[in-house]
């Protein structure tokens, strides 16, 4: 049998060297995009909507829909939205039922990016397990995709990559021909035990720190949280059985 192809795009800017218009591409910003999207369906949102700018997502407030409104631009939460882009705000908010506009730095960039040739799913630590098996199911070529920082390589989005090229590797279904792919995994193997430390000295887990939530780091570093898997429809992500 044929094993299908997991690729690892480390940037933005690579990412039209990768693009073929038949992999599914896993969009990931584990700091902290991708993370919020899976534990606001979690927590029941119905639908959220990724956009690229600011002033697109502004374009939502005075619509007739009860949308919230998202923003994050350097870590910071921008001025008049309803959040920020941590995860744990919607922990104990209820957004059941509810639209999310969101705009971030990286993550959301990363998407439209993609969703222009291909089919585009959200993955982070937090549903590494129910992605993997997701994607196994679906058996087609896979690009993980890591929104980066400003176009530029980060370490944890290829943490991620790592551990997910392992879970697809460990199945035989796959083959570890895309050197960033066999690059990834390796520094999950030298990181898996102990992921905050392993990044201790990267850029955004300081950035965050400066900013005070570091919180946010720990709680994007936990595994297999929830099973929820969002996947992009048009301009909106929503769960696949929506």
């Known amino acids: 049998m ?3 192809n997991i690729q690892v795009c480390m940037t933005p800017k690579l990412f039209s ?3 073929d218009k038949k992999s599914i591409v896993v969009v990931v910003d584990v700091l902290r995009a991708t ?4 534990v606001a369906f979690e927590k029941g949102v119905e639908r959220m909507i990724p956009v690229s700018t600011v002033e697109e997502a502004l374009e939502y407030r005075n619509s007739d829909e009860d949308y919230i409104l998202a923003a ?3 870590g910071k939460p921008v001025k008049s939205f309803d959040f920020g882009n941590s ?3 919607y922990l104990n908010m209820d957004v059941k039922g509810k639209t999310v506009v969101m705009t971030t730095t990286n993550g959301t960039k990363a998407i439209n990016i993609a969703k222009k040739d291909h089919e585009v799913v959200v993955g982070s630590f937090l549903n590494l397990e129910a992605l993997a098996n997701w994607l196994v199911a679906k058996d087609q070529d896979v690009i993980v995709f890591c929104a980066g920082w400003k176009d530029k390589f980060n370490l944890e989005d290829t943490l991620f990559a790592g551990a997910l090229v392992s879970h697809l590797l460990e199945t035989g ?3 570890d021909s ?3 792919a066999q690059a990834s995994r390796h520094l999950w193997d030298r990181s898996k035990d102990d992921l905050y430390a392993f990044l201790e000295n990267s850029s955004h887990r300081n950035r965050l720190a400066k900013l005070d939530i570091d919180s946010d780091v720990h709680f994007c570093l936990k595994l297999n949280q929830t099973k929820k898997i969002p996947l992009l429809k048009g301009d909106f992500l929503v769960l ?3």
Do not use: F, T
């Not at 993370?35 to 899976?38: Q, R, V």
């Open 35 to 38: 993370s919020s999207m899976c």
């Open 178 to 180: 895309c050197d960033a």
């Open 240 to 242: 696949e059985d929506k």
């Open 17 to 19: 060297l990768y693009a």
């Open 87 to 89: 995860p744990q705000v």
């Open 173 to 175: 279904l796959y083959n």
């Open 72 to 74: 994050e631009r350097n």
């Open 2 to 4: 044929k094993k299908r």
